[in-house]
């Protein structure tokens, strides 16, 4: 069983950046695959990056690209999303998300652990 707690959530303004941080629980952190995703209101949950166990691999939605950076330390059993230039778009609920899997995974219902979201607003 793994536990996450999503931190770093807050009210910034556009053009702003921000780093979320998940941390683990238990000590097989190191071979799950990471990913983090995000829900609007009204909206249905979306991906925005993953990354592999080992985090040589990486993966992000199209809307992220180039803003937004994952990134995973094992030894502190973490995962981190620092987002840069951030859009009022980019408001969301964002949650952690762990997968008993070795690679890079992209949709939700791979992911066998969730966080409990953290709240990022972007004013414009």
């Known amino acids: 069983q793994v536990q996450l707690v999503e931190s770093g959530g807050r009210l910034v303004q556009a053009g702003g950046s921000l780093r979320l941080s998940c941390a683990a629980s238990?000590?097989?952190?190191?071979?799950?695959?990471m990913g983090w995703f995000r829900q609007a209101p009204g909206k249905e949950r979306e991906f925005v990056a993953a990354i592999n166990w080992s985090g040589s691999m990486t993966r992000y939605a199209d809307s992220v690209k180039g803003r937004f950076t994952i990134s995973r330390d094992n030894g502190k059993n973490t995962v981190y999303l620092q987002m840069n230039s951030l859009l009022p778009e980019d408001t969301a609920v964002y949650y952690c998300?762990?997968?008993?899997?070795?690679?890079?995974?992209?949709?939700?219902?791979?992911?066998?652990?969730w966080g409990q979201g953290t709240q990022v607003t972007v004013s414009s």
């Open positions: 238990g000590r097989t952190f190191s071979s799950y695959a």
């Open positions: 998300a762990g997968a008993r899997a070795m690679g890079v995974m992209t949709s939700l219902n791979q992911y066998d652990y």
